[in-house]
């Protein structure tokens, strides 16, 4: 199905890589319009590259999303350069997996600013657009450590996540007549996540991803929450690996 994804223009954060690239390949393929943010821009470049390579339409544009001006800039451009914004992908994110024991505050303030301010700033960035325009999709990317708390290590990653996930379904309670809203919550997934956690966790963390499933499979997921009829809200998508217990 391509009819309820062809001619959108959708901004995909953390879009250089895993889950933000494979959903840009897929969108582009269905004929959407992409644009992907993040810091690595050579990456982003990359994933542009491919898409324009398979006949799709794509842009790059560098942002962090700590930065709530720099966001608000990045929206601002897209609609510039594509006339609208329809759909907003947050998808950025960090996993440091530790002991709460060992106190790492600047992880936990990497973890805050990243999978939950820069969550907030982009729903900030496009919802006022999607509110004139009368239409829009916000799909926020959480986690089963947004329904289970992942203890002991994932404590506070968890605490961003269930924050994620109760913030997506009190936008859909206060928007939901006119902007569509999507809380995605994967298990093990093969990307980069696994490897921010560089304490004493790492390896318990390498361990628990080599059942993982591709990227490509939370994409097909975001793909069907956005190919949906314009009445069709698809709230949240539980997507794990069949042999994944938490």
Do not use: C
């Not at 001619?7 to 250089?16: A, D, H, M, Q």
């Not at 269905?30 to 050579?42: L, P, T």
């Amino acid at each position: 199905m391509t009819k309820g994804i062809e001619g959108k223009v959708v901004l995909i954060t953390g879009g250089s890589t895993g889950i933000g690239a494979e959903t840009a390949r897929l969108l582009a393929e269905r004929g959407a319009k992409v644009a992907i943010a993040a810091r690595r821009k050579d990456r982003l470049d990359e994933v542009v590259a491919d898409i324009a390579a398979s006949g799709g339409t794509a842009r790059s544009y560098a942002l962090d999303v700590t930065d709530k001006s720099a966001v608000q800039s990045v929206v601002a451009a897209i609609v510039a350069d594509f006339g609208r914004l329809d759909v907003l992908i947050n998808n950025a994110g960090l996993m440091p997996i530790r002991p709460m024991a060992e106190v790492n505050t600047d992880e936990w303030d990497q973890m805050i600013d990243v999978n939950l301010k820069g969550t907030l700033y982009g729903i900030a960035a496009a919802l006022p657009g999607f509110l004139e325009q009368g239409s829009g999709h916000i799909i926020n990317l959480s986690s089963v450590a947004g329904i289970k708390v992942f203890a002991p290590g994932g404590t506070v990653y968890s605490g961003t996540k269930f924050a994620v996930s109760a913030i997506s379904e009190g936008l859909r309670h206060e928007v939901g007549e006119k902007v569509r809203v999507t809380s995605i919550e994967p298990g093990a997934v093969e990307s980069n996540l696994k490897f921010t956690t560089s304490g004493t966790a790492a390896e318990t963390v390498l361990d628990f991803y080599k059942q993982a499933i591709p990227a490509a499979s939370v994409a097909r997921a975001i793909a069907f929450a956005v190919e949906q009829p314009d009445d069709v809200d698809v709230n949240a998508i539980v997507i794990r690996p069949t042999a994944q217990e938490f």
